[in-house]
C-alpha cells in the first residue's frame, strides 16, 4: 500500500523560513533613520521604496511598472487617510507582520493539502525552471489557481500581474522566493530573481530592486 505524503511538514518549514525573513524586514524598517537615496535607482531596495512612500514623497523614474506599484503601494489600504510618519511606519511593520502569520496558510487546508499531498513531484526535491518543476506546475495547477487566488504575494494573484501589486506584496514575496530557494535542488535567490523576468514581465530595473534587497537585507555578514 502506497505511504500518504503528508505536504504538511514541507509547508510549515517553509512558512517558518519566510517568517524569518519578514522578521529581517521588519527590524530593517524600525531601525531606519534616512532615505538614503541616490538619482541611481540601481542602488535601491524595496525598503527604500516603501520609506519613500511613507514621507510621502513623489517617485521620480520613468518606468512604467515602479509607476504602477508606487501608485498601487498610494492607493492600498494602509495609506492617505494617515497622516504621521511614525503611524505609517507602525501600519507597514503591522501589516508585515499580520502577513506572516497568514502566509500560505491555504496549503494547509482544502483543496491545496490534498493535491500537494498527492502530487508526484515534491518542490523541495527539484531545481527552479527544470523539467520536472515545469510538470509540477501543470500537475498541481487547480492547488496553484486556488493558492494564487487567495494570496496576493503572487503576481498571479493579480489580473496584470506584477503590475498590480504594491510594496508590501513584493516585500512578502521576495522573502517566499528567497525561502524557496533553500528547499529546491541548487536554488539560488538571484538566478530565480533573473529567470522570473519572463515569466512575470519585468524588466532589468524590477530585477537589480529585488537583487538589491536579497543582498542588502538576507545575505548581511
Given at each position: 500500500m502506497k505511504k500518504i505524503y503528508d505536504s504538511s511538514k514541507d509547508t510549515m518549514e517553509h512558512i517558518i523560513t519566510v517568517g524569518n525573513y519578514i522578521d529581517i524586514i521588519v527590524d530593517e524598517i524600525r531601525k531606519y533613520k534616512k532615505v538614503d537615496i541616490t538619482d541611481n535607482i540601481n542602488k535601491m531596495t524595496l525598503i527604500d521604496f516603501l520609506?519613500?512612500?511613507?514621507?510621502?514623497?513623489?517617485?521620480?523614474?520613468?518606468?512604467?511598472l515602479l509607476e504602477n506599484v508606487y501608485s498601487n503601494s498610494r492607493d492600498y489600504k494602509l495609506k492617505e487617510k494617515y497622516r504621521s510618519q511614525e503611524v505609517l511606519c507602525k501600519l507597514y511593520i503591522d501589516e508585515l507582520l499580520d502577513r506572516k502569520v497568514n502566509h500560505d496558510k491555504t496549503k494547509?487546508?482544502?483543496?491545496?493539502?490534498?493535491?500537494?499531498?498527492?502530487?508526484?513531484?515534491?518542490?523541495?526535491?527539484?531545481?527552479?525552471?527544470?523539467?520536472?518543476?515545469?510538470?509540477?506546475?501543470?500537475?498541481?495547477r487547480q492547488a496553484l489557481t486556488h493558492h494564487y487566488r487567495y494570496n496576493r504575494h503572487h503576481p498571479e494573484h493579480f489580473g496584470n500581474g506584477i503590475y498590480g501589486m504594491n510594496i508590501m506584496d513584493l516585500l512578502e514575496m521576495i522573502c517566499d522566493w528567497k525561502a524557496s530557494s533553500q528547499r529546491q535542488n541548487d536554488g539560488d535567490i538571484f538566478d530565480g530573481i533573473e529567470k522570473q523576468k519572463q515569466r512575470f514581465n519585468y524588466d532589468n530595473k524590477m530585477v537589480k530592486i529585488l537583487s538589491n534587497t536579497a543582498e542588502k537585507y538576507f545575505f548581511k555578514n
Open positions: 520609506i519613500l512612500l511613507q514621507k510621502g514623497e513623489e517617485l521620480y523614474i520613468k518606468n512604467k494547509l487546508e482544502y483543496p491545496e493539502k490534498q493535491s500537494f499531498d498527492n502530487s508526484n513531484y515534491k518542490l523541495n526535491q527539484i531545481s527552479y525552471g527544470s523539467e520536472d518543476y515545469l510538470k509540477s506546475l501543470f500537475e498541481l
